[in-house]
């Protein structure tokens, strides 16, 4: 017997003693180890197979089956803590090895939504029982604190309960409460607030009760002031602590309340009326008392049991019980423990793992944001973007304003009317789509999507005022009926306000499927995300993070599908894709150093050329505007765009000179500005801001922008924005790849002109594929020809520590797919890039059949799988790389090989490289309830009212007093005196780092020129 039948004989015996151990069905059973020798076949699993056996049992067990009198259930009522159990293997193990099976077994979609559904309602629930011991603890005495039972006679069976197993039957009967409602059970704030009601309604029992008073800490501050007394009766009526609750702890009484209500009254009263809680059905008390405790215990703990075991769901109650932290994997916390020691190392280990599967990873786009250290628990940062949200929508109504509805009666169409009727069609189909999602299974449900809706359609209408107020800015008087008539603009705008909705209640969120319910492209979807975060200052950090991994999202992956109306804005182009070097402006290139590629020489770029883009080009080294809404929505721009007002007007033949020109306005001294002749004219204009941060008053020449062709205009329209995001984005990636890799400078720069070449010369290679799937393709062929190797398993090893890596992108790759042919509807044809040899000019091109290393890789790489349905071939990236990538990227990569003939001869042009970029310092307002600011000094222009209504404290400069007023003013909310503010002019001038002469203005305009600078 060879070693791999004696290791399959004995995964055999492991197989039938764990079937044995959870009674399993032969049917079940026997569909598990077929997939499981499968699996084993093709793939090399890493670790106890007795934990891939329980991943395979579980794929089996949840499949749907006939029961007697109820239809269908979703399972075999085969309990998954009980598997996990048999395969002593803890939750975070199973989630951890059932994503890898997953995708080895090529499971439906459905499945795996069920399974990530399943994930997140454990963190949810982890998150919430870590809140969850402190808050009981504070109502109830602990169990230490507990009188010893008096020893009764053997008549007297019923026992009053003890802290203990109060603290088991609120938490059963708040996790039987979630897992009836789906809607809410993986919404963390909902569910707090649910655990809010629970806590509310058992403290109300053990108030009500008199023998059960003994059961709270009487240090408790929502106590009754005469709780201590002896003669103290509770009052008639029912009494609430929820509002109490909720200010204790961080709870918002608006939210509670409405769950209270919609959800948790009614669940409570069916228990009380199907007799599973004993007590005053008409009042929901009694069920602690001495006589209806234990039965309600028991009968709460047995449909809870038969729920979890009929749906396939998590027993939540491993949270409570003595091998807690063996079965879920991580310490938790204990009723038992004191505070003081559950602050651990291991603790914070629970802390770190539940918070950060709640949390939006940020981007590497985004890593220049700091982190706020208010948002401290999953549950903090959600109560407070739901608090946010509702702060931001504060004086906001489902309507447009008085001020919005003037502005769109002022269009010459005035478009109020059918905005209106386009919100009913969004809000019928939103709410459709929920429903019918919770008949087919566990969904949002109709109530909390009509919220949802309504929420949104108030901010769309408050963010439309904000645009619309900051295009009127760019584009002056112009008539904006052209874009406010656009269904797409709209349709995208109150999609992504829903999306901002969803994602403070239901953190990370779950884009895309806003855009499945309204039909919306990507593509299109995309262009209204900058503008909306331009527009409104009053977004909060996590949501600008949301917008951003969204944004990212559609630029890496959704915007290059194969229906996608990229592809028509291409065609449209005549397919000129442009290089980095026409989309980004010269002040965001890197000045080329690497061998070969001088300051003469050319990057490479498509063979053929459009027409001359020069009218629209913007001159080297001026920064232009941000882009607006007719920039990124009509491509080529309208004829409207001229009319617009900019800080840097573009200008193509004339060459700049700088001048001092004195302007004596309001204290203003010097105004820098630059002088260009014209045609018969002279035009003033402000200088950049790179000249703004230099020597300011003396004349000088202007700026010399870095040494590079002269001859490539910036591009303008949608299609170049979109590119420019595209490069942007390529270039942060590839950058931390190849600083992890430890590649120099000068082989990155091959790599970048690599990729650019791909995107450039072979655009079909993004279609329905990854960006990041060509980015770690360019390295590894570009590392193969300069003989600086790297191997797959290590590109992709340092690829799964980016933000955005999933292991999809490099163990799904589209290989090749049949597509139907729209001209008639009927011919399906096959595209597939033939497999050639590669070993060519000396340099083998072609990668060695392995795989990265992981803990379940496949054994070669050529392992492939076809979907009947979508008729389409995938393999790993190896095999695309094979396959597919290497056929018409070889000409290319071959230039650059020592071996190449042409080595010698000719240096190989190379690419500019996108540098860092560098957002300018903004104000930050501290709360939204309170005018107080934080900026750096020196960059900030005051803000009105006049600077002697306000408090100014500068760091290491001001006395304490002005801290002391500024408090003072946020615990009155009233404004200081005028005579307080005075002392302010007589306080010696703080350090500053820019000139003394530089006045408000013009710093202000320094401002907005790094704003806009630092635009995409």
Not at 844 to 859: E, K, M, Q, R, W
């Amino acid at each position: 017997m060879s070693d791999e039948d004696e290791f399959m004989q004995k995964a055999r015996t492991g197989f039938e003693d764990l079937c044995r151990a959870l009674n399993m069905d032969e049917e079940a059973s026997s569909e598990a180890w077929k997939s499981y020798e499968n699996i084993n076949r093709n793939y090399t699993l890493e670790g106890s197979e007795l934990h891939w056996l329980a991943c395979a049992l579980y794929v089996a067990c949840r499949s749907s089956v006939p029961t007697v009198g109820k239809g269908t259930a979703e399972g075999n009522y085969v309990s998954l803590t009980r598997i996990l159990r048999c395969s002593e293997q803890s939750l975070v193990e199973f989630f951890s090895k059932m994503k890898k099976w997953q995708d080895m077994a090529s499971v439906p979609t459905d499945f795996r939504q069920s399974t990530e559904k399943l994930e997140r309602n454990f963190t949810v629930s982890a998150v919430i029982f870590k809140k969850y011991v402190p808050i009981f603890r504070s109502i109830f005495k602990a169990p230490p604190e507990e009188p010893p039972r008096v020893h009764r006679s053997r008549k007297q069976r019923r026992h009053p309960c003890t802290v203990s197993e109060v603290f088991n039957f609120c938490w059963i009967l708040y996790i039987h409460a979630k897992g009836n409602f789906p809607m809410i059970s993986d919404d963390l704030v909902n569910s707090y607030h649910l655990l809010l009601c629970a806590l509310d309604l058992v403290f109300t029992n053990a108030l009500l009760c008199n023998a059960r008073k003994d059961l709270l800490n009487p240090d408790f501050r929502g106590l009754p002031e005469e709780f201590g007394s002896k003669d103290y009766r509770p009052a008639p009526g029912s009494y609430c602590l929820l509002g109490k609750l909720c200010e204790l702890n961080d709870g918002l009484v608006l939210e509670a309340k409405g769950v209270k209500e919609h959800f948790w009254k009614p669940f409570i009263k069916m228990l009380f009326h199907k007799r599973i809680l004993k007590g005053r059905e008409d009042t929901l008390t009694g069920f602690l008392d001495p006589m209806n405790f234990g039965d309600s215990f028991s009968s709460l703990s047995r449909v809870y049991e038969e729920h979890v075991l009929s749906t396939g769901s998590l027993d939540e109650r491993i949270f409570t019980g003595e091998g807690a932290n063996e079965d879920i994997g991580t310490p938790a916390p204990c009723l038992s423990e004191a505070p003081e020691n559950q602050d651990s190392a291991a603790y914070r280990l629970h802390a770190s793992l539940t918070a950060t599967a709640l949390k939006v990873s940020t981007p590497l786009s985004s890593r220049r944001y700091p982190p706020d250290p208010r948002l401290s628990s999953p549950v903090s940062s959600a109560i407070q973007s739901v608090g946010r949200l509702h702060s931001l929508l504060t004086g906001a109504t489902q309507g447009p304003s008085a001020k919005l509805t003037q502005i769109l009666r002022a269009c010459a169409r005035d478009p109020s009317d059918v905005i209106s009727t386009r919100l009913k069609e969004m809000f019928q189909t939103f709410c459709q789509h929920y429903e019918d999602q919770r008949l087919e299974g566990p969904g949002m449900g109709k109530d909390v999507a009509v919220k949802f809706f309504r929420l949104g359609e108030a901010l769309y209408y408050k963010m439309l005022e904000a645009i619309v107020e900051r295009e009127k800015m760019i584009l002056g008087e112009a008539d904006l009926s052209g874009i406010l008539e656009q269904d797409i603009f709209h349709g995208s705008l109150m999609a992504c306000c829903l999306e901002i909705v969803i994602f403070s209640y239901r953190p990370p969120g779950d884009f895309p499927n806003i855009l499945n319910i309204f039909k919306i492209p990507a593509y299109h979807f995309y262009k209204v995300i900058e503008v909306l975060v331009r527009a409104e200052q009053g977004l909060f950090r996590e949501v600008v993070k949301h917008l951003n991994h969204v944004e990212e999202t559609v630029v890496e992956r959704l915007a290059w599908g194969s229906q996608s109306p990229l592809w028509d804005s291409l065609r449209n182009a005549k397919g000129q894709v442009p290089t980095c070097q026409e989309v980004m402006p010269p002040r965001y290139l890197e000045e080329s150093e690497a061998a070969g590629g001088g300051s003469n020489s050319s990057p490479i770029t498509p063979g053929t050329r459009g027409p001359d883009l020069s009218a629209n080009s913007t001159l080297k080294g001026v920064s232009p505007s941000p882009p607006g809404l007719l920039d990124r929505y009509n491509s080529p721009p309208s004829a409207v765009a001229p009319h617009r007002r900019r800080l840097f007007v573009d200008t193509t033949d004339a060459q700049p000179t700088l001048v001092t020109v004195q302007i004596p306005l309001q204290g203003i001294t010097f105004f820098p500005l630059q002088m260009i002749p014209g045609q018969g004219s002279t035009t003033l204009r402000p200088i950049s801001a790179r000249a703004l941060t230099g020597t300011i008053g003396a004349p000088s020449p202007a700026p010399k922008p870095p040494s590079r062709p002269a001859s490539v205009p910036l591009r303008k329209g949608s299609l170049s924005l979109f590119f420019r995001k595209v490069y942007h984005l390529a270039s942060l990636r590839l950058r931390d790849l190849c600083s992890q890799l430890d590649i120099s400078r000068e082989l990155r720069q091959k790599i970048w002109s690599c990729f650019e070449y791909s995107l450039v010369h072979c655009t079909e290679l993004l279609m329905n594929r990854h960006l990041d799937q060509l980015l770690m393709c360019a390295v590894y062929v570009m590392a193969k020809v300069t003989r600086e190797d790297r191997s797959f398993q290590n590109i992709m090893k340092c690829y799964r520590t980016q933000p955005q890596a999933c292991s999809t992108v490099y163990r799904s790759v589209l290989i090749s797919e049949s597509r139907r042919n729209l001209s008639d509807g009927s011919k399906v044809s096959k595209l597939k890039s033939p497999s050639t040899k590669t070993h060519e000019q000396g340099v083998n091109l072609s990668t060695p059949p392995s795989t990265p290393s992981s803990t379940s890789t496949p054994s070669t790489s050529s392992t492939s799988s076809t979907s009947l349905m979508d008729q389409e071939e995938r393999g790993d990236l190896i095999c695309f790389y094979n396959q597919v990538y290497i056929t018409p990227m070889r000409p290319f990569a071959l230039r650059y090989s020592l071996s190449s003939p042409s080595a010698g001869a000719e240096s190989p042009p190379l690419c500019p490289y996108p540098s860092v970029r560098c957002g300018a310092a903004r104000r930050v307002q501290l709360s939204s309830k309170h005018c107080v600011y934080v900026s750096p000094h020196g960059t900030s222009a005051p803000a009105t009212p006049p600077p002697r209504h306000n408090i100014y404290y500068y760091i290491s400069n001001s006395p304490s007093d002005r801290l002391r007023e500024i408090n003072s003013m946020i615990r009155t909310g009233q404004s200081p005196s005028r005579k307080h503010s005075l002392p302010l002019e007589e306080e010696p001038e703080p350090k500053k780092a820019c000139p003394e002469n530089q006045s408000a203005l013009l710093r202000r305009l320094q401002d907005v020129a790094n704003d806009r600078s630092s635009s995409h």
